[in-house]
């Protein structure tokens, strides 16, 4: 997918600086056209992809912030995706755009204040990734349509929610040996299974992995695997926030000189 097809792909969609009942109703009518079976064909290429927010100009002087808080008040997002050679992992190209923050921190609405920066940052690329990674959820939210289904569907594409913490369901027991897995479910929703807990690597805490679209539960767990490289995080996300906390790094710094 190159040039105007691409573009056309990207800005299709709605606004994103709506309220929070536009939002969640956003949410529940893309979530008709998620499709969480496998629909891969051959692909050459992943990405992983990570936003991280910033706190500049006046506001990043008035008071020392807690982590809590920055997510709050932040007023710009840092958008980065870094793309690869499927199987053999080499890394191709890297992009980041930093965008103004329209949509507040709300806990399940995140794809609002994430989704522009990195549909930026995707902007830049030449040719968009067949299979994209997200450092986030995809079906294990609580309307079943994290960051990564809401990506997918936006751009058509495969995508894979690989998070480093639950934000709903629970799980079994996993094996200590790395590529063990437990079913991830949601007892509020009879027990349906929404992702998976997966160790990557011998005795580490699990990652969690759910299914964005276009991908099976199954299919997106062994690309996870098959990404991963002997750390906790995938290769793509643990690259792809590697590089936007480098972009911060670099942004903040620049902010001081100024000042």
Known sequence: MKGMERKSKEERGHPWNVSTREARAIQEKLRKKWEGTDRLGKFQTVAGLDA?????????????????????????????VVMYRFPEMLETVRAYAIVPL???????LLSFREMPALLAALKKLKELPDVLFCDGHGYA???????????????????????KSMLIGKHGAIGEKGGSWAELVDERSGGERIGAAVRTRDGVRPVYVSQG????LETAIRLTLEVSDGYRIPKPTRDADHFASEIKRTLLKGQLCKK
């Open 52 to 80: 991280t927010f910033v706190v500049t100009e006046s506001q990043a002087l008035r008071r020392k912030l807690d982590r809590w808080s920055r997510l709050r008040e932040a007023n710009q997002a840092i958008g980065c």
């Open 102 to 108: 329209e949509f507040p921190y709300i806990p399940g």
């Open 141 to 163: 939210h609580p309307r079943r349509f994290g960051l990564a289904c809401h990506l997918g569907v936006l751009l058509d594409r495969v995508t894979i929610g690989c998070a």
């Open 213 to 216: 679209n276009r991908v099976s």
